[in-house]
C-alpha cells in the first residue's frame, strides 16, 4: 500500500531502531537509520508542502452559487455584515448548505472542483489556502465555508493576501473583525495555533509606486501584527516578494532587518519565484548559505530591539511617499499616452504569448492595468532596461510639493532608519541597472507616434531625476559608491547584454510587422521562428539583469 503521511514512514523506522537499540546495537541504530529519521521530521514525504491560491470573488461567486439554489438569497448581493452572520450561522452549526444538483458555470464549477481535489488528497501534501485580492472578513470565511462543503476533514489554514494599497490599509479592520469572532478565533487556535497573513508586494507597487508601496506595507504589518497580539494571536507575516526590486526584491538580510518591530517574533514565510530559485538554491553551497542568510537575519530581527520610528520621521515618510504615490498615479493611470506606450516600447504583449508565466498575464482580458498582473508588468519594464516600475514616483519625492526641511530629516532618516535605507538603497541599485540608452532604442524602432516619443523622452528625463534624488538623500559621490562589488559587476554584464537588447528590439519590429493568418489559422513558420529567437533573448536579458523574478 503507498504511503499517504509521514508518520506512517516513520512508525516502522521507529521501531527497527527501537529494536536495534534493545539488542545493545546502538551504534548501527546511530548511523543510516537515525538520518533517515532525521530526514523524516525534516522534510517529511512530500519535501515542500503545496498552497492553493485562488482569487476572492471566485469564492464569492461560488458561495453565491450555492445559496440561490438552495433558496437562500443572493449571496454576492449582500453588504459584508449580512454576509458573515450567513456564513458564521452555518460554520458555527457544523452543517453544510448542500451542492448536489447544482449545474453551476465555468468557474464556479473549477473552484467546486479545487476543493473536492483538496479533500481527496493526503492533508500533508498541501499546505496553506491563500486568498488574492483578500479585503474583507467574509472573503476569509468564505473558504472556511467552502472547506466544509467539499468534506476537508482537515481543513488547510486560510491565508489572506492583502495587496493593493487600499487592502493593505484595511487589513488591521480586517484581521480585528475576524479575531473578534469566537468560532474563527477558536478554530485558528485550535487547528494552528496562529495565524497567517500575506502581504503583497507586486501588485501594491503597480498600484501606488515603489516607494509609497514599501511604506504602505511597513504600516500594514505594524498594524496587522498590532491587532493579532490585542486578541492574543501569535503572528506570521507571509512576505510575497519578487525578484525585481519593484516587487520587493533584494538582498535577503537587508530586508528582513528592516521589517517593523515586532513582525519578525521567531518566525518568516517568504516566496522565491522565477530564475531566483536556481540563483539562490541552484547548487548546494548556495543553497546552505541562502538558508543560513534566512536564518541569521530572523533571529537577529526577533531578538534586537530596533530603535523607534519617531512621528517627526513618520510625517515626512507620509509626505515624501504621498508625494511619490500622486505622481505615480498621475503618469501611469491618468496620463492617457502611458499604456499606448507601455504596449509598443516594451515587449508586455509578445511575453502573454510566449506562456513563460506561471499564470496569465492578465486577470481578465480587459481592463487596462488594473487586470495586468505584477510580473509582466515588471518584466516588461526590466527587458528594455528603463526598469521604470522600480523608480517612478521617486524623481518626485522631494520635488515642489514636499517641505524643503524634509530634505534633512530624509538624509537622517537614511542614516539611522534600516527601513528607509533598505527601501533607498534597493532603488539605488534598480537605478544603477536602468540604461536610458537602451530604453531610447526601443523607442526608436518601436514607437511610431510622435506624443509617445515625447513620453518616452520624458521619462528618461525623469530617471536622471531619480538619479539625482536618490544621491541627494545618500550622499554618494555616483550610486552604488559604498557597493563597488555590485557595481563592478553591473559595469562587466552590460556590454554582454546591450547587443541582446539591440537583437530583441530587432526581432519584435520583424514580428510586429508580420501579419499573422486570418481565420484562426495555425502561425506561420516565420512566426514561430521569430517567437523562438525571441523567447532566447528574453532570458539572455535577465539573465544579464538579475533581480527579475
Not at 503507498?2 to 527501537?18: F, G, N, V, Y
Not at 515642489?400 to 538624509?411: I, T
Request: hydrophobic share 40%; net charge negative.
Amino acid at each position: 500500500m503507498p504511503l499517504t503521511s509521514d508518520e506512517e514512514l516513520a512508525e516502522p523506522l521507529r521501531l527497527c531502531d527501537a529494536s536495534l537499540r534493545s539488542v545493545g546495537s546502538d551504534l548501527i541504530a546511530d548511523g543510516r537509520l537515525t538520518d533517515v529519521l532525521r530526514r523524516v521530521v525534516a522534510f517529511g514525504l512530500t519535501l515542500v508542502r503545496l498552497d492553493v491560491r485562488q482569487e476572492s470573488a471566485r469564492h464569492t461567486e461560488a458561495v453565491d452559487a450555492i445559496a440561490r439554489h438552495r433558496g437562500l438569497g443572493n449571496y454576492a448581493e449582500w453588504n459584508e455584515e449580512r454576509r458573515v452572520d450567513f456564513l458564521l450561522n452555518i460554520l458555527s452549526q457544523e452543517r453544510v448548505l448542500g451542492s448536489e444538483g447544482l449545474r453551476p458555470e465555468p468557474t464556479v464549477a473549477d473552484v467546486l472542483a479545487t476543493f473536492r481535489t483538496i479533500a481527496e488528497m493526503p492533508r500533508d501534501s498541501l499546505g496553506a489556502y491563500v486568498i488574492t485580492q483578500a479585503g474583507r472578513a467574509s472573503d476569509v470565511l468564505a473558504v472556511e465555508l467552502l472547506q466544509r462543503e467539499a468534506g476537508i476533514s482537515r481543513p488547510l489554514r486560510v491565508v489572506p493576501l492583502f495587496e493593493t494599497a487600499r487592502d493593505l490599509r484595511a487589513a488591521a479592520d480586517v484581521m480585528n473583525g475576524l479575531l473578534s469572532i469566537p468560532w474563527y478565533r477558536a478554530r485558528v487556535m485550535r487547528d494552528e495555533g496562529r495565524q497567517e497573513v500575506m502581504v503583497g508586494y507586486s501588485d501594491s507597487a503597480k498600484d501606488v509606486g515603489r516607494l509609497a508601496a514599501a511604506w504602505e506595507l511597513y504600516k500594514a504589518q505594524e498594524s496587522i501584527v498590532a491587532a493579532c497580539r490585542e486578541h492574543g494571536v501569535p503572528i506570521t507575516l507571509f512576505h510575497g516578494r519578487g525578484g525585481t526590486v519593484g516587487r520587493g526584491g533584494g538582498p535577503t538580510h537587508l530586508a528582513i532587518q528592516s521589517q517593523p518591530p515586532g513582525s519578525v517574533d521567531g518566525t518568516l514565510r517568504v516566496t522565491e519565484q522565477g530564475e531566483m530559485i536556481q540563483a539562490k538554491f541552484g547548487l548546494p553551497g548556495i543553497a546552505l548559505r541562502t538558508l543560513e542568510v534566512y536564518t541569521t537575519a530572523t533571529l537577529e530581527a526577533t531578538l534586537s530591539a530596533p530603535r523607534p520610528v519617531s512621528s517627526e520621521w513618520r510625517a515626512t515618510m507620509n509626505r515624501v511617499a504621498g508625494a511619490a504615490r500622486d505622481d505615480f498615479r498621475r503618469t501611469v493611470y491618468d496620463d492617457p499616452r502611458f499604456l499606448r506606450y507601455f504596449s509598443a516600447a516594451t515587449p508586455e504583449a509578445e511575453l502573454d504569448a510566449l506562456h513563460i508565466g506561471s499564470r496569465p498575464a492578465r486577470r481578465k482580458s480587459s481592463g487596462g492595468l488594473q487586470t495586468l498582473r505584477a510580473i509582466p508588468w515588471q518584466f516588461a519594464w526590466t527587458q528594455t532596461r528603463l526598469l521604470l516600475a522600480s523608480w517612478l514616483g521617486v524623481d518626485e519625492m522631494l520635488g515642489e510639493g514636499v517641505p524643503a526641511s524634509d530634505r534633512d530629516v530624509c538624509r537622517q532618516m537614511y542614516k539611522e532608519w534600516p527601513f528607509f535605507r533598505s527601501t533607498v538603497d534597493l532603488m539605488e541599485m534598480a537605478l544603477a541597472k536602468a540604461d536610458p540608452a537602451i530604453a531610447a532604442h526601443y523607442d526608436r524602432y518601436l514607437v511610431v507616434e510622435e506624443d509617445l516619443q515625447t513620453l518616452g523622452r520624458e521619462l528618461r528625463e525623469r530617471l536622471s531625476r531619480a538619479i539625482r534624488t536618490v544621491l541627494e538623500i545618500t550622499g554618494h559621490a555616483f550610486l552604488l559608491e559604498e557597493n563597488p562589488v555590485l557595481r563592478r559587476s553591473i559595469d562587466v554584464r552590460n556590454p554582454y547584454v546591450d547587443p541582446i537588447n539591440v537583437l530583441q528590439v530587432e526581432l519584435l519590429r520583424r514580428l510586429r510587422a508580420v501579419s499573422l493568418p486570418d481565420g484562426g489559422e495555425e502561425e506561420s513558420d516565420e512566426v514561430v521562428l521569430l517567437r523562438r529567437a525571441l523567447l532566447v533573448t528574453i532570458n539572455g536579458v535577465a539573465a544579464g539583469m538579475r533581480n527579475t523574478g
